[in-house]
């Protein structure tokens, strides 16, 4: 699971419990100015995912990690497709996309809407 929040011109992705551990990551920060958008998409954990490039991949249990496919790094901490987060970004991240679990998806969604005025 992860935690969405707007820290000055940051958009900060936390990530908690043994999700740091799956993702070998703990936090993510990501300037406003490169995010394009969020939606929510409890259906896309049934797309390809690329390969894991590291990453842990059980499907139907938990997909974590960074996963590369057709030139696209995204990155990913999802266990329950039904709270997963699509974070679009701009070409100037390191990723792509961040796919991610949140306790609240629509609420996610309105931060990242109200953060980017868009």
């Known amino acids: 699971m992860a935690v969405l929040s707007v820290q000055g011109q940051d958009l900060v992705v936390d990530l908690v419990g ?7 990551k703990s936090k993510l920060t990501i300037p406003l100015a490169h995010v394009r958008g969020a939606t929510v998409d409890p259906g896309i954990l049934d797309e390809p995912k690329g390969i894991r490039a590291p990453g842990t ?4 249990v938990i ?5 590369r496919q057709d030139g696209e790094k995204v990155f990913w901490a999802v266990h329950d497709a039904q709270k997963a987060v699509v974070v679009e970004l701009t070409g100037d991240e390191r990723f792509t996309r961040l796919v991610i679990e949140v306790d609240d998806p629509r ?3 309105a931060l990242v809407e109200r953060a980017t005025g868009r």
């Open 57 to 60: 991949h059980l499907p139907g």
């Open 63 to 67: 997909t974590a990690g960074t996963f």
């Open 18 to 24: 043994l999700d740091k551990f799956w993702t070998l």
């Open 107 to 109: 609420a996610a969604v």
